[in-house]
């Protein structure tokens, strides 16, 4: 049973992930309005995004808090409970919709993440191919859309305090939006860490292993 709890939840979270990430490109590239103002441009598209966000959110708390012996993990509620903070701003007051959409990008890493986890329960060994892909995808697409971001996202952060658009913000929003961008951002960096080591043992035994078999046979020939 636990098991089957844990599939479902790892099979809604990767397509979640695939329809909020599908949204999120459309509207970073396609959606001018909300593009035109990243503060006050239109919220419609982001926040049926965000919606749809917010109720997965929501739903993997659930099961996060009634299964914690099993899957309970303090820092995913600190994520949940941070982002659907951050989400209801823009729900409810309909500003920093771009920023919202573009903190959603981050989700498009889950997929490699869950597909560890199948991996790992399908018993496939730690330096097999597919796993060893999976796990370079992984490092480079989570430090894409979750590291790579931080020192430009804080940039333009910066260059707006002080405008116009920014004061209209008021004071709670203005700091909701940089201490939630801060502890996500926090962890993302710690979960960074983390992969990146579990990366660089995986393909340090990949390639022990390729040494060992390419010593041994050229020990039989």
């Not at 419609?44 to 012996?69: F, G």
């Not at 979750?146 to 004071?171: D, K």
């Amino acid at each position: 049973m636990l098991l089957g709890m844990k599939l479902g939840a790892r099979v809604v979270s990767t397509c979640h992930s695939l329809v909020v990430g599908f949204f999120c490109l459309y509207i970073v590239f396609f959606d001018e309005a909300t593009r035109a103002d990243p503060l006050w441009g239109d919220p419609s598209l982001v926040k049926v995004n965000l919606a749809i966000a917010s109720a997965y959110l929501i739903s993997d708390l659930l099961l996060l808090i009634l299964y914690w012996k099993v899957i309970g993990d303090k820092f995913f509620i600190i994520h949940h409970c941070a982002a659907l903070y951050a989400y209801h701003f823009v729900m409810k007051y309909g500003v920093l919709a771009y920023h919202g959409n573009f903190r959603l990008l981050a989700e498009l890493s889950s997929p490699f993440v869950n597909q560890r986890w199948f991996f790992e329960s399908l018993k496939y060994p730690k330096f097999s191919k597919a796993n060893v892909i999976n796990g370079i995808l992984m490092t480079v697409v989570f430090f894409i859309v979750r590291i790579a971001m931080i020192p430009p996202y804080y940039s333009y952060i910066y260059s707006v305090i002080g405008t116009e658009a920014y004061v209209r913000l008021g004071f709670v929003i203005q700091c909701s939006w940089i201490s939630t961008c801060v502890i996500l951002d926090v962890m993302n960096v710690m979960w960074m860490i983390k992969i990146s080591k579990g990366c660089i043992k995986v393909i340090s035994l990949a390639i022990q292993e390729k040494a060992r078999n390419s010593l041994q046979n050229g020990k039989l020939d």
